[in-house]
């Protein structure tokens, strides 16, 4: 170390620790480097450079697209196709969709601008994020295959042909064990109509739906 900087250091200690990060600097990854050599297209690069360079702590973008495309002497179209792809390849990401124009950061994962515990805290914040995501994506899905089922059970039992209670002995509606064999009915306007007795509770329910269909039976309004 030299005699200047051994003094420069020093007379920082007496006031106090430096603080490194409040002086522009910003933390990236060797993997976002990598990232921005391999840019299929050199506006991505100056767009993503730019974006490095107009963030605040935390790794808010200062700069809307218009500033940035007025800055870069680009067009505002230009600038927001290299937003998609940067959000694509998961650089850039959408910190509040209520607000209008949508508001944006650096991911913290390729870079950071700030102090190294709130960089801490902001991964954090990242995984816990992402769990919930993932436990309401599971959630939702559940509720879709309970949808599903459900669907499936009354395509199976249509309205004209609904499973009987479980305290019927025979499993199907309309129909009653009878000396046996099996007793079709059907009641209407307060009337029960026997349609005789059959061998199978199969086909007595099928004379029970072949009567329903014939009356047209519904059920009365209120």
């Known amino acids: 170390m030299t005699q200047d900087a051994d003094k420069y250091r020093k007379s920082k200690e007496k006031k106090g620790k430096p ?28 767009v993503a450079l ?19 495309a007025d800055e870069l002497h680009i067009s ?23 607000a209008e124009p949508a508001a944006y950061r650096i991911n913290p994962d390729y870079a950071w ?3 190294g515990h709130a960089h801490q805290v902001a991964l954090w914040q990242k995984e816990v994020d992402k769990a919930r995501a993932i436990k309401a994506a599971r959630e939702a899905d559940n509720v879709a295959k309970l949808r599903v089922a459900r669907m499936r059970f009354i395509a199976a039992h249509p309205a004209n042909d609904k499973p009987a209670k479980r305290s019927a002995k025979s499993g199907y509606r309309g129909v009653t064990a009878h000396n046996g064999r099996w007793l079709a009915q059907i009641q209407v306007q307060c009337q029960r109509i026997n349609l005789g007795t059959h061998d199978t509770p199969q086909l007595a329910h099928a004379a029970y739906l072949k009567a329903k269909k014939e009356l047209s039976i519904h059920k009365p309004k209120g």
Do not use: P
């Open 19 to 46: 603080n490194i990060y409040s002086e522009g600097w910003l933390t990236i990854t060797q993997k976002l480097c990598m990232m921005i050599v391999e840019f299929r297209y050199v506006v991505d690069i100056r």
């Open 50 to 68: 730019a974006l490095c360079g107009h963030t605040d702590y935390h790794n808010g973008i200062l700069l809307s697209q218009g500033d940035l």
């Open 76 to 98: 505002r179209a230009t600038v927001n196709r290299s937003y998609r792809r940067l959000r694509d390849l998961d650089i850039i990401e959408r910190i509040s969709r209520a």
């Open 113 to 115: 601008r700030g102090s």
